[in-house]
T-cell receptor, first 114, second 112 residues
Framework: KAGVTQTPRYLIKTRGQQVTLSCSPI?????VSWYQQTPGQGLQFLFE???????NKGNFPGRFSGRQFSNSRSEMNVSTLELGDSALYLC?????????????FGPGTRLTVT | LAKTTQPISMDSYEGQEVNITCSHN???????ITWYQQFPSQGPRFIIQ???TKVTNEVASLFIPADRKSSTLSLPRVSLSDTAVYYC?????????????FGKGTTLSVSS
């Protein structure tokens, strides 16, 4: 079974621009979560989508948004990029049921904001 | 999710057994304990999950005492490839979804 895929793997943007990252979950998984990882703050939860609805949200400003499509693929958008948004953005998928904390992570998208 | 405390780092040699202890004094009755492993520039990987006593899989064992205020991840006979950051997470399942809250983790360094 194919794993979680994220595109692009690397991205360089300029401050003030916006960016869209894509995540394709494992087939059959209905939950997709997004995380930001930086050396200073570690791994931080952004939001989770389940059946096209945002089910959970972390403590990030409104510049960070996401959506999920009917095929469970998800996109994350960051508008008005700031230097501090440089990070590894990870997507994770799971079946979505309330039975396990087992999530499957993708390789991440490395975003650099200059 | 309950707050967890783990050692910042640990060192070991190849072939040794490594035990990483996680403290979670405020664990709730419905909380489960989950461990993840992360290699540099990769996403975390689920290792093991448990509620009480002992859980074992092909990768590791998880020991949870009766009071559940701590847990120990045991990695038998580590190799260089086990060098990674290990995260302990504690929380309950619910219909509101699964938001994994990661702490700082334990950086395990295995030497030859």
């Amino acid at each position: 079974k194919a794993g979680v895929t994220q595109t692009p793997r690397y991205l360089i943007k300029t401050r003030g621009q916006q960016v869209t990252l894509s995540c394709s979950p494992i087939s059959g998984h209905r939950s997709v979560s997004w995380y930001q990882q930086t050396p200073g703050q570690g791994l931080q939860f952004l939001f989770e989508y389940f059946s096209e609805t945002q089910r959970n949200k972390g403590n990030f400003p409104g510049r960070f948004s996401g959506r999920q499509f009917s095929n469970s693929r998800s996109e994350m958008n960051v508008s008005t990029l700031e230097l501090g948004d440089s990070a590894l953005y990870l997507c994770a998928s799971s079946l979505g049921g309330p039975t396990s904390y087992e999530q499957y992570f993708g390789p991440g998208t490395r975003l650099t904001v200059t | 999710l309950a707050k967890t405390t783990q050692p910042i780092s640990m060192d070991s040699y190849e072939g040794q057994e490594v035990n990483i202890t996680c403290s979670h004094n405020n664990i709730a009755t419905n909380d489960y304990i989950t461990w993840y492993q992360q290699f540099p520039s990769q996403g975390p990987r689920f290792i093991i999950q448990g509620y009480k006593t002992k859980v074992t899989n092909e990768v590791a064992s998880l020991f949870i005492p009766a009071d559940r205020k701590s847990s120990t991840l045991s990695l038998p006979r580590v190799s260089l490839s086990d060098t990674a950051v290990y995260y302990c997470l504690v929380g309950a399942f619910n219909q509101a979804g699964t938001a994994l809250i990661f702490g700082k983790g334990t950086t395990l360094s295995v030497s030859s």
